[in-house]
């Protein structure tokens, strides 16, 4: 049984769920093949089984649906909630506790989206006690601590606790930078990017230009051989043209504010939800123009342009087919 529950966890851990399940068709007793075979046409079937093997079958099977839930509508991340934290539950009590953790933070990604922040940084909490836990044994869980961390302190960042935040991105930056691994690459650059912001609010403006700059050279990095990473870029050229307007390098936030807006129109032609974007770089342009800048045919010019967007998302919006 230790055998085929680590191959399991190994398998669910790398997202490959259907392999586990083929895992516990190959080797579990008759009775439990049939009902495995069958896992996703009938998940009430599993509950005649002995309790460990109905207890790992669910596993499985809120496993997938947390792999599978796409966090884009707010049923998806519903789904990704639930299924998560059930997996997180089924986890603890098939005493695997680093699935336990890896669950307990996808749960807490969901819950953040879903507004409820308290019960998020309880499950980024738990989830932080068990890397910990794992890694004096075991340093491949360095990167979901490093996750963790990361998202603690935007919690913290967004509470206003700035020297809770500071703790824990900066641990989290630390382990970054010693991994090699390049999958670490997109939290390195999430935690730069919130430490940058972290310096902005504290008035460390060399801090936060040195941070920015590190998180828009990983995120070019990252787009040149994913452009799911576009998106990630853009926000980071935002914040950064926030800093330079605080810091009056007006020329530079227009120059990072339109690149971004570029980036935005690009990815609202294949999914309107990036509109909004495209309308919140407009209006940061408008406003360095009208109140730093001094440009007011370009504020105006700026302004219809806002207008016309929204008049074509509207009518973009009307077209979709209803649910």
């Given at each position: 049984?230790?055998?085929?529950?680590?191959?399991?966890?190994?398998?669910?851990?790398?997202?490959?769920?259907?392999?586990?399940?083929?895992?516990?068709?190959?080797?579990?007793?008759?009775?439990?093949?049939?009902?495995?075979?069958?896992?996703?046409?009938?998940?009430?079937?599993?509950?005649?089984?002995?309790?460990?093997?109905?207890?790992?079958?669910?596993?499985?099977?809120?496993?997938?649906?947390?792999?599978?839930?796409?966090?884009?509508?707010?049923?998806?991340?519903?789904?990704?909630?639930?299924?998560?934290?059930?997996?997180?539950?089924?986890?603890?009590?098939?005493?695997?506790?680093?699935?336990?953790?890896?669950?307990?933070?996808?749960?807490?990604?969901?819950?953040?989206?879903?507004?409820?922040?308290?019960?998020?940084?309880?499950?980024?909490?738990?989830?932080?006690?068990?890397?910990?836990?794992?890694?004096?044994?075991?340093?491949?869980?360095?990167?979901?601590?490093?996750?963790?961390?990361?998202?603690?302190?935007i919690i913290y960042l967004e509470m206003n606790e700035r020297e809770r935040c500071e703790r824990y991105l900066k641990e989290?930056?630390?382990?970054?930078?010693?991994?090699?691994?390049?999958?670490?690459?997109?939290?390195?650059?999430?935690?730069?990017?919130?430490?940058?912001?972290?310096?902005?609010?504290?008035?460390?403006?060399?801090?936060?230009?040195?941070?920015?700059?590190?998180?828009?050279?990983?995120?070019?990095?990252?787009?040149?051989?994913?452009?799911?990473?576009?998106?990630?870029?853009?926000?980071?050229?935002?914040?950064?043209?926030?800093?330079?307007?605080?810091?009056?390098?007006?020329?530079?936030?227009?120059?990072?504010?339109?690149?971004?807006?570029?980036?935005?129109?690009?990815?609202?032609?294949?999914?309107?939800?990036?509109?909004?974007?495209?309308?919140?770089?407009?209006?940061?342009?408008?406003?360095?123009?009208?109140?730093?800048?001094?440009?007011?045919?370009?504020?105006?010019?700026?302004?219809?342009?806002?207008?016309?967007?929204?008049?074509?998302?509207?009518?973009?919006?009307?077209?979709?087919?209803?649910?």
């Open positions: 049984m230790d055998k085929l529950l680590k191959d399991v966890a190994g398998f669910i851990r790398k997202g490959s769920t259907l392999d586990a399940l083929k895992v516990v068709v190959c080797r579990a007793p008759d009775d439990v093949k049939e009902k495995a075979k069958r896992l996703f046409e009938n998940l009430n079937a599993i509950r005649s089984l002995d309790e460990w093997w109905a207890n790992l079958l669910s596993l499985i099977y809120y496993a997938h649906i947390s792999r599978q839930s796409q966090p884009v509508t707010r049923l998806g991340i519903a789904a990704r909630a639930v299924s998560s934290l059930t997996a997180a539950k089924l986890s603890r009590k098939l005493n695997i506790p680093e699935l336990e953790a890896v669950f307990l933070l996808s749960g807490a990604k969901a819950l953040i989206l879903m507004e409820m922040r308290d019960r998020a940084e309880i499950c980024y909490l738990k989830a932080e006690e068990i890397l910990r836990d794992l890694v004096k044994r075991d340093e491949s869980f360095l990167r979901e601590l490093a996750d963790v961390l990361n998202n603690l302190g989290a930056l630390e382990i970054g930078k010693r991994l090699t691994d390049e999958s670490i690459l997109p939290i390195l650059a999430q935690t730069l990017n919130n430490l940058a912001l972290l310096y902005k609010e504290m008035e460390r403006y060399e801090d936060a230009v040195k941070f920015f700059d590190e998180a828009e050279r990983i995120y070019r990095k990252l787009v040149e051989e994913d452009e799911i990473y576009a998106v990630e870029l853009a926000v980071v050229l935002c914040n950064y043209g926030v800093l330079c307007k605080v810091i009056g390098k007006y020329e530079k936030a227009e120059s990072l504010y339109k690149e971004a807006l570029t980036i935005f129109k690009k990815l609202t032609e294949k999914d309107i939800l990036y509109g909004s974007g495209v309308i919140d770089v407009l209006i940061s342009l408008v406003r360095l123009y009208y109140r730093d800048m001094k440009r007011y045919d370009e504020a105006e010019r700026y302004m219809r342009t806002i207008n016309q967007v929204i008049k074509e998302l509207i009518a973009r919006m009307l077209e979709l087919p209803r649910a």
